[in-house]
């Protein structure tokens, strides 16, 4: 049976149900948003006369819950007019609308008797068919089912969504034991393919496998603690980004999530899995007991195991809970020899066997640390799941881990991890010895491009599924490759496509990308169809080299510096004019010159957590890659008759002097960044490298025509570049921009406004990347510049100077 979904009820508008309502709107599903009718008026209510009869009142808690959602930061929304796609009304008054949607999700309070009141309710309005989930993460189905009809138990299953909805991908799927399987299939499809997530299928066990792995990860973290000496910051270190995990770490993420979150998951696991052979790791030390005591809860109440400390003086300190006297105190730095020695090592995976082997502290805590998790994930096989692949997937996409469980014990070696296990008093389960005796000694291998995970009831290395719809580049750079240098590598994609990978530091563009750039298109004008640009790190690329730039501009190579900035224009033009197709992928961090190469491509297939803007004015220069010249062309293009231009100019000119960065590729679009019409966007960052080779091969095989350089750019002279002037001059006036802030604006200005030309005249292209490098070159030779660009490579932050 074919199913789709147009219009979907969210019942419960909190946090979470405001969250999923937001992400749903995201992708343009149209939403009807619910919760309860408030019992008593508010001061201001009554104030204003208005009675509990009155609409606004009956609608004001979900309209609270909506407008604090749409309100918090980052923003569950990717813009803020997607809102419009959401509709709110109580449970009284509204609910019989559930009968026109396609898919009903229950996101109220976790109490079944509640549950099964909402249900009851939904029953009585809900059209046959119509798919009905919770997104419970606790309370079994079998009790939520129970008195509902054969349809509604048909229909049934739970879909756990990771806080916040938008930005965490895991998606746990957990059919009812009536569900229909076309309806648990067409979920985990759903949740990949519309809702961009990592669908997971899960078994109906407490805190599925997610939150059981991760909070047995958290508790172990919480024993462990005392046991080494380890303090906050010092676990912080050692469980953040060099092992892939998220700079949060683990207390901070705590903190982040709120204590009593954790500990009511911990005490459902604790009270649900007796038999658990960890179980008593789920019970809280005391110091957890303490702060819940003390209500010390994380940010939501202000401070958790950190705290923000303002002085007398204003000054803002983060301080740091002392597990022991369970007193604030200042941060102290951590610091441990193994994790210098993993210094050179630039992926995570590759840095596990240098930590385990660790003569410190570090080492010890890591051996300890693995052995616990690889003892706890092999035993959760098949009470949690029966595939392997499917507890690192819940891990990834739900806890942002680099690398899952089984991921890390392949990148150590089976054995060494059994070798761990041991050391630590830990049995080996019965199926990994079975399968080390087998010879097998990968739970993952990579065959023809596709990851293959190791099956225990086959015995046998099995095609992992779901993967067809991607291009995975870490499974064919070895077999494809095409070229490679120091910081990019080209791989043929198939059907005439090549892929150029970025592979610098943080992917900046300096002369080893350029190279590759320029490589990349000439063996795609030869031999090949088209050129994807696109690679899978965590960033598009941040920009240009920077450090590349301060050193020429210290040494005062201005004619070095030129020639760059030259090459650097030219490579982003000849991607614009190649006789070749070239589609831009960009994710992430876009920034600086990966914006510009994402505006001279001949079409972007965007990530929608894609972070794009020409941010240079935090360096203290202007976009100097093309990006000033593509703005000033941009304006021109948007130029209609009877239009104020210079007011269309002044936008464009206002996005790289405030150095606006869109916090999602649909907010791109309303910046001029991404073009309406011709660039795409994808929800599932996964399938993007495999539809951006899918638009490059439909161009290419539609008859591809290498476009004409631009001869017709309308530039505005004088009447522009006054209006600016004016304008940064009473800026600076009010003290609102800095006397650089204004020097940079002014050479900005005279590049969009094409120069001091007495009249509005058509230019080339060419003419306004003369202008834009020679504005370029002139603030890279201004002390203040230089000590912008300095402070951004030492800090990572800007210089207003």
């Known amino acids: 049976m074919k199913r789709s979904i147009n219009k979907i009820a969210v019942i419960g508008s909190g946090i979470m149900g405001s969250g999923i309502a937001c992400h749903f709107a995201n992708i343009g599903v149209e939403v009807l948003l619910l919760d309860i009718v408030p019992r008593e008026l508010t001061d201001k209510e009554q104030a204003k006369g208005l009675t509990l009869e009155d609409k606004v009142v009956r609608n004001r ?63 009585k309005h809900r059209k046959p068919g119509t798919l009905i989930t919770s997104n419970t993460s606790g309370i079994p189905i079998s009790f939520m089912n129970e008195g509902r009809s054969e349809d509604f138990q048909k229909h049934f299953a739970v879909t756990h969504f990771f806080n916040p909805p938008r930005y965490l991908r895991l998606f746990e799927v957990v059919p009812g034991p009536n569900c229909k399987q076309e309806v648990t299939d067409f979920l985990m499809m759903y949740g990949e393919k519309f809702l961009g997530k990592t669908s997971v299928l899960a078994k109906d066990t407490p805190a599925f496998i997610g939150n059981r792995i991760g909070i047995f990860g958290i508790q172990s973290l919480f024993h462990q603690v005392k046991e080494l000496g380890l303090t906050v910051e010092e676990v912080d270190k050692l469980t953040g980004p060099v092992i892939g995990r998220p700079k949060s770490a683990t207390f901070r993420t705590v903190d982040v999530v709120g204590l009593d979150t954790l500990v009511h998951v911990a005490n459902g696991i604790y009270e649900n899995c007796p038999n658990d052979e960890a179980h008593d790791l789920f019970k809280l030390p005391s110091f957890i007991n303490t702060m819940m005591e003390n209500k010390w809860l994380g940010s939501k109440t202000g401070q958790g195991f950190y705290k923000k400390n303002v002085d007398a ?57 693995f052995a616990a998790m690889f003892a706890y994930v092999q035993n959760r096989i098949p ?29 150590i070696g089976i054995e060494k991890g059994v070798e761990l296990m041991k050391a630590e008093g830990k049995e080996v389960a019965s199926w990994v010895t079975e399968m080390i005796a087998a010879g097998e000694t990968k739970f993952y291998t990579v065959k023809d491009g596709a990851t293959y995970y190791y099956d225990i009831p086959a015995k046998a290395q099995t095609k992992k599924p779901g993967q067809d719809a991607f291009i995975i580049l870490d499974n064919i750079r070895k077999s494809k490759e095409v070229w490679k240098n120091s910081e990019a590598v080209i791989e043929d994609l198939g059907d005439g496509i090549l892929n150029l990978e970025f592979q610098s530091k943080m992917n900046t563009i300096g002369g080893g990308v350029l190279q590759g750039i320029n490589k990349a298109i000439d063996l795609a004008e030869t031999d ?34 030129n020639l760059a900035i030259k090459m650097f224009q030219n490579t982003m033009m000849r991607a614009r004019y190649s006789s070749i197709p070239v589609v831009v992928a960009p994710h992430g961090m876009t920034l ?135 304008g940064t001059d009473a800026m600076e006036a009010s003290k609102y921009i800095s006397e650089h802030d204004q020097k940079i604006a002014n050479k900005l200005a005279y590049v969009m406004a094409g120069g001091d030309l007495s009249e509005p005249t058509l230019v080339t292209e060419e003419y306004l990347l003369d202008l834009e490098r020679e504005a370029f070159l002139s603030l890279c030779t201004e002390r203040k510049t230089l000590e912008r660009i300095q402070h951004m490579l030492k800090t990572g932050k800007p210089l207003r100077n």
Request: glycine share 10%.
């Open 383 to 411: 009470e949690i799941s029966d595939e392997l692949y499917r507890i690192d997937d819940a891990m990834k996409a739900g806890f942002g881990w680099e690398n899952g469980p089984f991921e890390i014990w392949d990148a």
């Open 313 to 369: 003086e204003g000054k803002k300190e983060i301080l740091t809970l002392d597990l022991n006297t369970l007193e604030y105190r200042s941060s102290q730095k951590a610091k441990f020899a193994t994790l210098e020695l993993t210094k050179t090592i630039d992926k995570p995976i590759d840095r596990f066997k240098v930590l385990i082997g660790g003569k410190d502290k570090a080492g010890e805590f890591y051996r300890k640390n």
């Open 528 to 561: 090949f169809q088209g050129l994807v640009i696109g690679n899978q790190a965590a960033n598009f690329s941040v920009g240009a080299n920077i450090g590349m730039i301060f050193m020429m501009a210290v040494e005062q190579e201005y004619d070095e510096l």
């Open 61 to 123: 808690m979900v309209n609270d819950h909506l407008m604090a959602s749409l309100k918090s930061k980052p923003s569950p929304i990717y813009s803020q007019k997607f809102a419009n796609r959401i509709s709110t009304g109580n449970l009284e008054d509204d609910l019989h609308k559930i009968k026109d949607v396609d898919w009903i999700i229950e996101v109220v309070v976790e109490r079944l008797d509640i549950k099964q009141k909402v249900f009851a309710q939904v029953e």
């Open 592 to 726: 600086g010159g990966g914006c510009e190469l994402s505006m001279h491509a001949d079409k972007v297939v965007a990530a929608a957590e894609t972070y794009i803007g020409l941010v240079e004015f935090g360096v203290g220069v202007i976009p100097g890659g093309g990006g000033s010249k593509e703005m000033a062309l941009r304006a021109s293009d948007t130029f209609r008759k009877g239009d104020v231009e210079l007011n269309v100019l002044q936008e464009y000119f206002l996005t790289i002097g405030m150095a606006k960065v869109a916090t999602s590729a649909y907010e791109a679009f309303d910046m001029g960044i991404l073009q309406q019409g011709k660039d795409v966007v994808v929800v599932n960052k996964d399938r993007q490298i495999a539809t951006a080779k899918a638009h490059a091969k439909l161009m290419a095989e539609s008859g591809y025509t290498q476009p004409a350089p631009r001869k017709d750019v309308k530039v505005l002279g004088k009447q522009a570049l006054g209006m600016f002037l004016v």
